[in-house]
């Protein structure tokens, strides 16, 4: 019985060598308010969003695509690994770390991205594919 469940396991999308698809990432628009303090983002709205890769959740925020752009015309939205991992948080940010808003130290900033971490990773429970609207988390 064991052996008949084991590729019914590898091939969830939570296993060490699934690679996700588009279809698997979940999205929810999340924006800052006028009273929020602690927003820690250069921009005042974008997209959450999380995917499991390599086994683990895996969340990240995305500038939103600028009004003014027509919609024929290209956008590579910058994006931003969320992690309480200041490794992650740093490194693994180096080459978009303008999208965060300016932190005193790599402690200020985890403490910043931590709550948007967290609800990334409440966001990868939802079934693959989701796009959840505001305060749905």
């Known amino acids: ?3 008949m469940a084991l590729p019914i396991m590898l091939a969830a999308e939570q296993d060490l060598f699934h690679m ?4 698997d990432v979940r999205i929810q628009p999340i924006a800052r308010t006028d009273n929020e303090t ?7 709205s974008g997209n959450l969003t999380c995917v499991w890769s390599g086994g683990q959740k ?7 695509r600028p009004e003014d752009l027509d919609e024929d015309e290209e956008f590579d939205p910058r994006g931003v690994l969320l992690s309480v991992n200041p490794l992650e948080l740093t ?7 303008g999208l965060f808003a300016p932190a005193g ?13 967290a609800m990334g990773d409440k966001l990868c429970d939802q079934p693959a594919g ?6 749905e988390l």
């Open 91 to 97: 490194i693994g940010n180096i080459a978009t770390r």
């Open 38 to 44: 602690g927003w820690p983002f250069s921009v005042d």
């Open 20 to 23: 996700p698809s588009a279809e």
């Open 130 to 135: 989701s796009r959840v609207g505001y305060g």
């Open 1 to 3: 019985m064991a052996a």
């Open 105 to 117: 130290s790599v402690e200020e900033r985890i403490r910043l991205v931590a709550p948007f971490a």
């Open 58 to 64: 895996v969340v990240f925020f995305f500038e939103p």
